[in-house]
């Protein structure tokens, strides 16, 4: 608690805050006066602040009833700094960058923030207060809330200024082409990326809102299963550990078609909890509209209906059910909803049924278990799958019941299972698990507040610094990204850095060839997919390439114009055309030129007009090189005999 008594301590406590805020404040201005960018002063005028303010703190807070050993105080403190740290980063860069404002102006409430965090953090994690943790639901429920606040805020703040990495800047470009169906995927991820950006513009902030609320929608979903299957008590760590395990944690933050899928997942296990547990009829409706609204996000979701049928198959109340009209009825308004994706297929020779089906089955043999078990460990970490061990034990089941056990593992373990069973022959993926998992998050919530047992003890004893670890890599990584950190350099030509820069220039030397030529050269990127999208959305938020004119969209197309694979730019660039049927001139751009046939564009009547190199940068600082080419078409047959793979 704080030193000295409610008024003289308080007066205190805000002296001492005050006096640190001042000093990291003249350091920045210090450093910032010396040309260091201000994504970085900021870092430099917070190390020695810290330490500040943790002498200040340890004067301020007396030491409670739960108060820490010395060395834990330092850990816990210089954490809760860390944490305060990676926050104001993201302030920083959003009133910067987004909102505009003067260096000196955005960082007096980037420290204002990273203050209120660190005297938070201070009084509920490193001198907690005596009062708070004599009652363990109020403790639970008031971590919950700080805990899940910060987590928003984090996201929240990175959202609008961290590019967008190469997959959210296709998904963008699906919904340029708007449809009801795409070759990789459903449509739902196109649909939210259009409903967003149609009104509030093409930035990054308004791409990744529909991740941002699709989680929250989850984190609802997610708290009523736990408090239904347990009680409220429990809901509280549930949404504590669906707001910081990784793999939740990073949809909450990244646009692509995991966000809906685990909103309308998480929805479709609360409502069958409730038809076959909770014995609610009407709850079929929604099984089937969130079960519908899943398979338009991603095909993964059938495997939950498949897991679910395991658990009606075994057991005996719920095998009953299947005898009832409802489960039918609840299937038939799911295919309903899905039906715009079918009707696409169907329209399109099954293409994207085969994408994902057929053609992952008969790939290339590879056993892959080992990067299964891998991205476990990456996708909940240790702790959380030491947990999903506690939670599918017999001991769970004995105290659990039978019933509300195999509900909730069979439903995890089943697609889980299929997954493993692939990756003994073909690849997996990173992120293909991580849905699944939302079933055990009641119980691991359950074994954080109850249970018995030296793994759960130890679970509950390890959650704590698992999630402080969690959000301060995460932290780490968004700072990192965004606004990087003194002396750390980015890795050569990172995937998650650069792009706006690449874009400015690319538009530079395309607006020199058109007035040169006067007509539009095409841009065309020279890997699947990546350069092309995001040199689509960068040229259109940057250049004012808005619907009406569409040319970031328009005029920059995939590789299969030139024979290479391209995804779903093959069927909106169809290579029938022939490159000159698109343009007269084509500005190829990738990370190397080796790809591009040169011999065969020059035969076919293309000449080399310049070529070069880019060098993207930030502040002055190298990130990423790109080389160009441009080519004019002068004489001869089109292109058309290049041949998508």
Same mark, same amino acid.
């Given at each position: 608690?704080?030193?000295?008594?409610?008024?003289?301590?308080?007066?205190?406590?805000?002296?001492?805050?005050?006096?640190?805020?001042?000093?990291?404040?003249?350091?920045?201005?210090?450093?910032?006066?010396?040309?260091?960018?201000?994504?970085?002063?900021?870092?430099?005028?917070?190390?020695?602040?810290?330490?500040?303010?943790?002498?200040?703190?340890?004067?301020?807070?007396?030491?409670?009833?739960?108060?820490?050993?010395?060395?834990?105080?330092?850990?816990?403190?210089?954490?809760?700094?860390?944490?305060?740290?990676?926050?104001?980063?993201?302030?920083?860069?959003?009133?910067?960058?987004?909102?505009?404002?003067?260096?000196?102006?955005?960082?007096?409430?980037?420290?204002?923030?990273?203050?209120?965090?660190?005297?938070?953090?201070?009084?509920?994690?490193?001198?907690?207060?005596?009062?708070?943790?004599?009652?363990?639901?109020?403790?639970?429920?008031?971590?919950?809330?700080?805990?899940?606040?910060?987590?928003?805020?984090?996201?929240?703040?990175?959202?609008?200024?961290?590019?967008?990495?190469?997959?959210?800047?296709?998904?963008?470009?699906?919904?340029?082409?708007?449809?009801?169906?795409?070759?990789?995927?459903?449509?739902?991820?196109?649909?939210?990326?259009?409903?967003?950006?149609?009104?509030?513009?093409?930035?990054?902030?308004?791409?990744?809102?529909?991740?941002?609320?699709?989680?929250?929608?989850?984190?609802?979903?997610?708290?009523?299963?736990?408090?239904?299957?347990?009680?409220?008590?429990?809901?509280?760590?549930?949404?504590?550990?669906?707001?910081?395990?990784?793999?939740?944690?990073?949809?909450?933050?990244?646009?692509?078609?995991?966000?809906?899928?685990?909103?309308?997942?998480?929805?479709?296990?609360?409502?069958?909890?409730?038809?076959?547990?909770?014995?609610?009829?009407?709850?079929?409706?929604?099984? $089937?509209?969130? !079960?519908?609204?899943?398979?338009? +996000?991603?095909? #993964?979701? =059938?495997? *939950? /209906?498949?897991?679910?049928? &395991? @658990?009606?198959?075994?057991?005996?109340?719920?095998?009953?059910?299947?005898?009832?009209?409802?489960?039918?009825?609840?299937?038939?308004?799911?295919?309903?909803?899905?039906?715009?994706?079918?009707?696409?297929?169907?329209?399109?020779?099954?293409?994207?049924?085969?994408?994902?089906?057929?053609?992952?089955?008969?790939?290339?043999?590879?056993?892959?278990?080992?990067?299964?078990?891998?991205?476990?460990?990456?996708?909940?970490?240790?702790? $959380?799958?030491? !947990?999903?061990?506690?939670?599918? +034990?017999?001991? #769970?089941? =004995?105290? *659990? /019941?039978?019933?509300?056990? &195999? @509900?909730?593992?069979?439903?995890?373990?089943?697609?889980?299972?299929?997954?493993?069973?692939?990756?003994?022959?073909?690849?997996?993926?990173?992120?293909?698990?991580?849905?699944?998992?939302?079933?055990?998050?009641?119980?691991?919530?359950?074994?954080?507040?109850?249970?018995?047992?030296?793994?759960?003890?130890?679970?509950?004893?390890?959650?704590?610094?698992?999630?402080?670890?969690?959000?301060?890599?995460?932290?780490?990584?968004?700072?990192?990204?965004?606004?990087?950190?003194?002396?750390?350099?980015?890795?050569?030509? =990172?995937?998650?850095?650069?792009?706006?820069? &690449?874009?400015?220039?690319?538009?530079?030397?395309?607006?020199?060839?058109?007035?040169?030529?006067?007509?539009?050269?095409?841009?065309?990127?020279?890997?699947?997919?990546?350069?092309?999208?995001?040199?689509?959305?960068?040229?259109?938020?940057?250049?004012?390439?808005?619907?009406?004119?569409?040319?970031?969209?328009?005029?920059?197309?995939?590789?299969?114009?030139?024979?290479?694979?391209?995804?779903?730019?093959?069927?909106?660039?169809?290579?029938?055309?022939?490159?000159?049927?698109?343009?007269?001139?084509?500005?190829?751009?990738?990370?190397?030129?080796?790809?591009?046939? &040169?011999?065969?564009?020059?035969?076919?009547?293309?000449?080399?007009?310049?070529?070069?190199?880019?060098?993207?940068?930030?502040?002055?600082?190298?990130?990423?090189?790109?080389?160009?080419?441009?080519?004019?078409?002068?004489?001869?047959?089109?292109?058309?005999?290049?041949?998508?793979?």
């Amino acid at each position: 608690m704080i030193k000295g008594g409610s008024v003289r301590g308080g007066v205190y406590a805000s002296v001492v805050g005050i006096s640190g805020m001042v000093f990291d404040f003249l350091l920045f201005w210090a450093a910032f006066s010396l040309g260091f960018p201000p994504g970085q002063a900021h870092v430099v005028s917070f190390i020695p602040a810290a330490f500040l303010n943790f002498y200040n703190a340890k004067a301020a807070f007396g030491r409670g009833q739960f108060h820490l050993s010395p060395r834990r105080e330092c850990v816990a403190f210089f954490a809760v700094a860390g944490a305060a740290l990676f926050l104001r980063g993201g302030v920083l860069a959003t009133a910067a960058c987004s909102w505009e404002w003067p260096p000196l102006a955005a960082v007096t409430l980037a420290i204002a923030v990273s203050a209120a965090v660190t005297y938070l953090g201070s009084a509920f994690f490193v001198f907690p207060v005596t009062s708070l943790r004599r009652s363990e639901k109020v403790y639970w429920g008031m971590v919950t809330v700080l805990v899940v606040s910060y987590a928003a805020l984090l996201r929240l703040f990175f959202m609008g200024t961290m590019e967008l990495i190469p997959q959210e800047a296709y998904y963008w470009n699906y919904a340029q082409h708007l449809d009801i169906g795409y070759l990789d995927h459903p449509p739902m991820v196109a649909w939210i990326i259009a409903l967003f950006t149609g009104i509030f513009g093409h930035t990054e902030f308004f791409v990744r809102i529909g991740a941002f609320l699709s989680w929250v929608i989850a984190a609802f979903f997610i708290y009523g299963l736990a408090r239904n299957c347990f009680e409220k008590s429990v809901a509280w760590p549930a949404l504590l550990l669906f707001s910081t395990i990784p793999f939740f944690f990073g949809i909450g933050m990244i646009m692509t078609p995991d966000a809906p899928l685990v909103t309308f997942w998480a929805g479709t296990l609360y409502f069958l909890e409730r038809a076959l547990l909770g014995e609610e009829r009407a709850a079929w409706w929604g099984v $089937g509209i969130c !079960a519908g609204l899943g398979l338009l +996000s991603k095909y #993964t979701i =059938a495997l *939950l /209906g498949a897991g679910t049928l &395991l @658990f009606m198959l075994v057991d005996p109340i719920s095998r009953k059910k299947l005898l009832s009209v409802r489960p039918y009825l609840a299937l038939l308004i799911a295919f309903a909803i899905f039906s715009p994706a079918i009707i696409w297929n169907a329209q399109h020779n099954w293409i994207s049924f085969s994408f994902q089906g057929p053609r992952r089955l008969l790939g290339p043999t590879r056993f892959s278990l080992l990067d299964t078990v891998a991205y476990l460990l990456l996708l909940l970490s240790p702790t $959380g799958v030491a !947990a999903a061990v506690a939670a599918i +034990s017999p001991k #769970t089941m =004995a105290s *659990l /019941g039978r019933r509300k056990f &195999l @509900f909730l593992t069979l439903t995890a373990l089943f697609p889980v299972a299929v997954f493993t069973l692939f990756s003994l022959f073909r690849e997996v993926k990173l992120n293909w698990t991580g849905p699944a998992w939302l079933s055990l998050i009641p119980i691991m919530a359950w074994h954080m507040v109850s249970g018995e047992g030296k793994l759960v003890a130890f679970l509950r004893r390890a959650w704590f610094p698992t999630i402080a670890v969690v959000l301060l890599v995460f932290g780490f990584a968004l700072h990192y990204a965004t606004l990087g950190f003194p002396i750390l350099a980015y890795p050569k030509n =990172a995937p998650m850095v650069g792009w706006e820069d &690449l874009a400015r220039q690319v538009e530079g030397l395309e607006d020199q060839w058109e007035k040169a030529l006067g007509e539009e050269p095409l841009i065309v990127g020279m890997d699947k997919h990546k350069v092309t999208s995001e040199l689509a959305f960068y040229r259109t938020k940057l250049f004012g390439k808005n619907d009406s004119e569409r040319e970031g969209v328009a005029y920059t197309a995939g590789p299969n114009l030139v024979g290479e694979e391209s995804l779903i730019y093959k069927q909106w660039f169809p290579e029938t055309k022939g490159l000159q049927g698109y343009a007269r001139a084509v500005l190829f751009v990738g990370r190397s030129p080796e790809g591009l046939p &040169l011999q065969e564009l020059t035969e076919d009547g293309w000449r080399v007009e310049e070529t070069g190199r880019i060098v993207a940068r930030d502040y002055g600082i190298p990130l990423a090189e790109f080389d160009y080419v441009l080519m004019r078409k002068t004489s001869g047959a089109s292109a058309s005999n290049f041949k998508s793979p």
